[in-house]
Structures are given as C-alpha cells and as structure tokens.
C-alpha cells in the first residue's frame, strides 16, 4: 500500500516480487523469539538497517531472496536472523544442520560464525566451519555431533562431502554471502555441485553489486524469486 511505498522510499529500499511484506521497524515487530531480541540489543543491535527491515521479515516467510546492498550495510544479521529464528522453532532432535552459508573465504566464515554465536547465545543453535586451515576430521566430528548451521567456502565443503558421508539433505536455508565474488573467483560450477546435494532450500543471496553472472546464479537455484535492493546501486 502507499505507506509501505513511502516507507520504502525513505529508507531506499527497492523491492520486486509478489507478496513482499513491509519492512520492520524494529527486531521486536516481528515475532522473532524474545532470548533472540535480547541477544541483538547485547550485541548492540538497537534497530534494524535498511536492509534487515526489508530481508527478514521476507526471509521468514520461506521466500527466495537476492539481496544487493553496500558492503557495510548490514547483511550478515540479516540472514543469521532468519536462520536462529527457524533453527530454534523447528524440533531439531538430534540435531542436523538446517541452514549452510556459503562465502568465499575462510575468513568471512570466521567472522559470519562469530556474529552467529552472539545471536544464537544462550539457545540451541550450534555451529560448524567448514573452511581450509584446520583439520578436516575435527570439522566432520563437530558436524556428526549435531549442529544447527553450518558456515563454509564451497572448495572446503566440496572436499569434505568427497571424503567423508555428511548428510546435506535436512538443509532448508541455503545462504550465499558475496555472491558476486565467488563467481569471480571461479565458484559457480561448485556452488552448483553443493545444490544438488540439498533437497529444494529456502536460498538467501546476497551481493554488493548484481551482474549477469549473479543473476545467472540466483535463477539457477531459485524460482519466484524476491530482489531487494537496498541504497544507491553500486557500480
Ligand atoms: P555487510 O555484510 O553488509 O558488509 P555486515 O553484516 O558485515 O555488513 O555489518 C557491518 C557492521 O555493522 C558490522 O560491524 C555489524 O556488527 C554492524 N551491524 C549490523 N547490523 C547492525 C545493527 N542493526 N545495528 C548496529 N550495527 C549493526
Ligand atoms: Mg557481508
């Protein structure tokens, strides 16, 4: 309705889809579970940007969504949400991995499962990385010991299914964080090969800038598909 457009254009926010819903105005609008709520105030998280208000409450009601915002705008939080939110509602037990975040590099993992941990505080959300640099066995064994979300680079990930049975197929939120610079650097035909192994997810996309190649990936994993743009697009 017109509120919602004008809301959206205040706050730069671009939509296209069906049944998108408005943006919130703050984590305590929309039904998130309270312990989450106060997890993001002690992370010092007061309100949520731009790009939070428009892609959670469009992540939580199981939409496909390619996201593009400037670098700094706040994505992270904006899929981890969604994904504490769903693994702590759904009767995980034992714990399988419901969500994979895929980035580029061993360092983006590291800090996405460090801004993860501060979400999930104090619930049942565990986390794996899945990244170069340590030890695959101890990677595996975290995994097998049950754990709510797994966040990795697609190489690592690739080697580890080759080598060892861990079962992908109870994943229903896929994540690709800088989609833009895994296909940069070569990832798409990887990226590919780990879709196969899960069974139709929810899959969140996000980019700093979108490309034929970022599109290409985004209709290659996913159907009706939201885009939200958020900011003047960066070139
Ligand atoms: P992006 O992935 O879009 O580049 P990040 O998710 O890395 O951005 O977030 C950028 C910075 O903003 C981080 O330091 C993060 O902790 C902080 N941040 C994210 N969301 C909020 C928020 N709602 N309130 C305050 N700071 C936030
Ligand atoms: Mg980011």
Redo the contacts with the bound molecule.
Sequence with gaps: NYQTELLRERLEIFVRGDSIPEPILSFGSCDLPQKLVQNLEA???????P??MQAIPTALIGQSILVS?????????SYLVPIVCRCIKIKNNPQKPLALVLTPTRELCI?VEE?AKLLGKGLPFKTALVVGGDAMAGQVYRIKQGVSMIVGTPGRLIDMLIKHDVELDSISILVLDEVDCMVEQGFYEQVMQIFQALSQPQVLM?SATISKQVEKVANSLARDIAYISVGRPNK
């Design positions: 992370t010092g998280y007061e309100m949520p940007t790009v939070q915002a400037q670098t700094g705008s706040g994505k992270t939080c800090q801004q996000y």
